[in-house]
């Protein structure tokens, strides 16, 4: 338990109003999108790095926890203050502190919210292409913090490939600054790319200098129903190599799509067993012969029928659709597991294949979509944790999926990263000598783990 | 010194075939492309990763560095063994070890020429993108060394961009797989990218896997010769943000021009001060159009003439032109100093414009060209080092340099890293807290100090 003193100490930090202690209060910030809770003993909302510097002086001198949090959108418990302390949330630093056309990138705090970030982008005429589904409220350091991916990253890559530059401040309190304003820099070892998908175990980023892209001159959404999976699955790395290049790449199979099916812009024939969503952009003269191309091609396939958005709202409903799958899941059943793996591009047949053997063996509905263009599928095993036998069948059904995609050559997470959901199967992925190496590396940044412990390293890190 | 029977231990480790102690033999890994040299006291050649790690163990029990090696075509002296020791050569390791065209991706080893790479890759539709100049001859480990960049960095991004997994062996000799065969993968710290322009002082890089794209179906190439640097330096944040997407945006200056004139396939004006090099490339049908549309933007910047390459062989002169700059530079002084600094885009045309004071004011020709797309500028102080105002003058000039580059918010390195040359300025971008934490990360990897010692660290790194 933190003491009263050290609450005081941290209120000298940030400001009185800045901290919460009350019981219902630190119960907000219990949570993130997964189903898993606790309360901190404190709740902080810095307003500047200064701040969050004196706060994590602090826990290095009273030994307290700090787990830093945008939205708490993550899905993996990564926000989830396990070890209870202080829950340090950014959304006060949401400030847009520069869009700069000439030099094509943005600087930004870490609690602006990642569609505020693209729109006012886009008034630019530029754009900032990563798009997780949970854009709308999601914040742009947590999408750093995970390596946020999205629908276009088969286009236009994930976080990673935006961010040119952060400001972080250590867990031991130093402020330092990563990266440049420039397109390329290879001065020192990269933090910038070791912040990312750090999980905010290595310090607190306060400041990102993002890259921008030109604002696409067009772009058209098609949908592409298979009468198989097989050849849904097929389809996907057929086009990818074909050079169609595609800007996103989605994919549902039939329950997802039964649970989506009535937001859809058009009529889905009940044969349909899975969908491709696609989108390419380009300048205005060229998208419209792409579209065609690719719908050919899905034709070739054997996709029927294939529907392109006429309107830019029609292509809108399509992706609002796309984005509404995660919720509309629960149709199926009141609890699940979702999980984001990744499989080399020849392996999705394989992968979504052999989920129908896990489903039926463990008796739960194993529900796939997501971003086939990266071999990134979303896996959801759905459940009933009022029924015995399906909340025991979960366990054993993650485990069959991992060792399947390990199997693949797959790696456990494409973008949500390990979190505490993740943590107890990293040896499946990663060699001991890895691990011990990380821990390594997590030792040279926050010598008594203060910063987000208990995440990412089965039983704490340290 | 090494004593001998250290020597006899390496050999039992590698072949006694494979090790090197003659003094003729030594000066022949003495070098990389700066005019800075140092032997080593044993060449190393190994067979794999086990050998490497073996070796690696030896350095830790009896204390000598070891200092990996590909070609030696770095231009910072990051393969130059200062600290004596072992150099180990990768160029035995030199197997495409797979081309998997449904995966997209090529698994090789370190030593592998990137143009035999591209060449392979290109027989089966695929692309392998980095094109550093010296892709002839340098290695595709020496370029995940330095995150070597470009003429196509300005589309496809540089090295880093496509590297999706590693073998290393730790510098205290484990050996661990990094990253994943998956396009997208954030499970545990993102150790691949650390190891990205690490310049050889985390470990030795054994295996990697490439991330390929589709082959491009055509690729056009334009120059635009402009009657003053001023309108050239600005078209190139101008064409990159009117969405024309260039593959390729080279610049080069009057002097420079002025050392490779015979070499373009088409006569240059006298009163032309600067060249823009450009390539779009795409889908057949599209990049006719694409080319048009380019050539005339650039007309209306001022451009006089813009030339269109009608044939292959035509673009691949002008390419080839582009590569033969370095070594051309030559004709100009016997002595260069070569930086490849890199500023924000919109800085261009300040950088280039007050490059002229420095040069006037320290009495030296400065030649600049390169990847103005990236503002990544390839900067040349030229002098002879037998005419002692001019020897004496190139350090006061660099300096000049750095600071106007900091000044304009830039990188002391885009994309050639810091290795011995820019050592001593790393103070310049990095702050003492900043460069503190790398030379802790740099300890959790290696703690006895024994990869590639003197790099990077003003002062050696320990």
């Not at 899905?75 to 630093?93: E, F, H, I, Q, Y």
């Not at 502190?97 to 970030?117: F, K, Q, R, S, Y």
């Not at 900032?128 to 088969?154: F, H, K, L, Q, R």
């Not at 091609?297 to 659709?321: I, L």
């Amino acid at each position: 338990m933190m003491q009263d003193f050290v609450i005081k100490e941290i209120e000298a930090a940030v400001g009185r109003d800045n901290v919460l202690t009350r019981w219902e209060e630190r119960w907000c910030y219990a949570y993130d999108a997964t189903d898993l809770a606790q309360a901190p003993e404190a709740v902080v909302f810095p307003g500047s790095a200064q701040e969050i510097s004196k706060v994590l002086r602090l826990a290095n001198r009273h030994g307290f926890a700090v787990t830093p949090r945008g939205a708490g959108t993550g899905r993996t418990g990564g926000a989830v203050p396990v070890a209870g302390g202080v829950v340090l949330v950014l959304t006060r630093m949401n400030r847009i502190l520069e869009i700069n056309a000439a030099d094509m990138l943005a600087v930004v705090e870490p609690g602006v919210i990642t569609g505020h970030l693209k729109t006012a982008v886009e008034e630019q005429g530029l754009y900032y292409p990563p798009d997780p589904s949970s854009a709308d409220y999601c914040t742009i350091g947590g999408n750093v913090a995970e390596c946020a991916g999205g629908a276009v990253a088969v286009q236009y890559g994930v976080t990673r490939d935006y961010v040119l530059g952060l400001t972080v401040v250590l867990p031991t309190g130093e402020i330092i600054d990563a990266g440049a304003r420039t397109m390329k820099g290879v001065v020192g070892y990269d933090l910038t790319r070791l912040f990312l998908g750090s999980e905010g175990t290595l310090g607190v980023i306060t400041r990102i200098i993002l890259r921008l892209a030109p604002k696409p001159g067009a772009r058209q959404t098609l949908a592409a129903a298979f009468p198989n999976l097989k050849a849904a699955t097929e389809a996907v790395g057929l086009i990818l190599r074909a050079g169609l290049a595609p800007t996103a790449l989605e994919f549902m199979d039939r329950a997802t799509l039964n649970c989506v099916r009535q937001m859809l812009p058009f009529k889905v024939p009940p044969q349909v067993a899975a969908l491709l969503l696609l989108a390419v952009d380009g300048h205005r003269r060229e998208v419209a012969e792409r579209a065609a191309a690719m719908a050919r091609f899905c034709r070739e396939q054997g996709a029927r029928p294939v529907m392109r958005a006429k309107t830019a709202p029609e292509a809108e409903s399509f992706w609002r659709a796309r984005r509404a799958i995660s919720p509309a899941l629960f149709k199926v059943k009141p609890q699940k597991v979702s999980e984001d793996v990744a499989v080399p591009l020849s392996a999705i047949p394989e992968l979504v294949g052999r989920l129908e053997q896990i489903s039926r063996h463990r008796g739960l509905p194993i529900l796939c979509y997501g971003h086939a263009g990266d071999g990134n599928i979303h896996i959801n095993v759905m459940y009933d944790h009022n029924i015995p036998q399906e909340q025991e069948a979960v366990g054993p059904a993650v485990k069959d999926l991992f060792a399947l995609v390990r199997q693949l050559k797959g790696t456990l997470s494409g973008e949500h990263g390990v979190g505490l959901t993740k943590a107890p199967y990293l040896g499946l992925e990663l060699s001991q000598e890895a691990i011990a190496l990380q821990k390594r590396i997590k030792k040279a940044f926050d010598p008594n783990n203060i910063m987000n412990p208990g995440k990412i390293f089965p039983g704490g890190g340290s």
